[in-house]
């Protein structure tokens, strides 16, 4: 008989499960990519996130055993996550009967839709989600830089004439905050953003604040025009505690006048020479990419990134 119930953050054993069917289904949905211990992925369920207010974490239970898991982040209105089956129970209802436990409870929280980011295309679980009421919203590109299969030499880049790069931890200094910003806004102009906040001073200062609280360490390159003292381009990495062999990649924009001049190429390749610099322990770092953002995929193909695989974003009322 399956039993669904909370994740017990206290409990040894629904840990270990929770974990172990995360481990089984990246081995055979992605082989070949490099996989979480179970004792890394057990830590991070306890670290705070500056992406999401709570999470909601069930499992299903077949005879004591963890067969399937969800997990999502809290929104305002938005829950975003998965629902995972161990491969050797699956099509068996149990992704079904998490769906249907956990809908509920998005419910009642407030939630008015559940997105899920990485749906491999064309997999299974993309079959799935559209027989559940799920619909395609967008389709991306992750993309890998495997540091071991790169000379850093290629990111030993010269700042294109008229501009300068600036860099922070944490908190962006006040004289670019307005500019970090109004720069920040221009990614709605890639495809597939409609879900990006349109940032203010404000927000900047509150997602700041959120890293900072979550022990997250936000690292920041820009692109300054030298004639204004603007920021005109932006791209940005989190390093999360105690994950220094793996980071993904955030947002890398540049404001509409300032574009085919190499500048985003010039300030992702600052980060990653300072990331290395800081963190040679650092083995491989992911990005996201809206499939039809062809330049920026350029821009990350020259700097060493390679496609791992295509993923699409489903999403449905709850």
């Known amino acids: 008989m399956l039993k669904i119930k909370p994740l017990d953050l206290d409990e040894a054993a629904g840990l270990r499960g929770y974990a172990d069917v995360r481990i089984a289904a990246q081995a055979v949905d992605h082989p070949g990519e ?81 997105e899920n980011r990485v749906v491999t295309k064309g997999s299974a679980g993309e079959h799935w989600a559209l027989a559940r009421g799920f619909h395609v919203t967008a389709s991306r590109v992750v993309q890998r830089l495997t540091v071991a299969d790169v000379e850093p030499e290629s990111w030993e880049l010269s700042a294109p004439v008229g501009y300068r790069v600036e860099r922070w931890i944490g908190a962006t200094p006040e004289h670019l905050l307005v500019s970090v910003a109004s720069t920040r806004r221009a990614i709605h102009d890639a495809p597939d953003t409609a879900r990006d906040p349109e940032w203010t001073p404000e927000l900047v200062r509150a997602a700041e604040a959120e890293d900072l609280a979550a022990g997250v360490e936000h690292r920041v390159v820009v692109a300054v025009e030298e004639a204004t003292g603007l920021v005109v381009a932006f791209t940005d990495v989190q390093l999360y505690p105690d994950d220094f062999e793996h980071t993904v990649w955030h947002d890398t924009v540049v404001a509409p006048r300032h574009r085919a001049r190499g500048l985003a190429r010039f300030v992702k390749a600052h980060m990653l020479r300072w990331l290395l610099t800081d963190r040679p322990e650092l083995e491989r770092i992911d990005t996201g990419t809206a499939a039809a953002n062809f330049p920026m995929i350029r821009v990350n193909e020259r700097l060493g990134f390679v496609t791992a695989r295509e993923v699409v974003v489903v999403s449905r009322s709850v």
Do not use: K, M, N
């Open 34 to 114: 490099p996989a979480s211990s179970r004792d890394r992925i057990i830590a991070s369920l306890r670290e705070a996130s500056p992406d999401f207010s709570e999470f909601v974490r069930l499992v299903a239970l077949r005879d004591g055993e963890v067969v399937g898991i969800a997990a999502v982040g809290l929104r305002t209105r938005l829950a975003v996550g998965s629902i995972t089956v161990h491969p050797r129970y699956r099509r068996q209802g149990i992704g079904t009967a998490l769906l249907d436990a956990l809908l509920p409870e998005l419910r009642a929280g407030g939630r008015e839709a559940l």
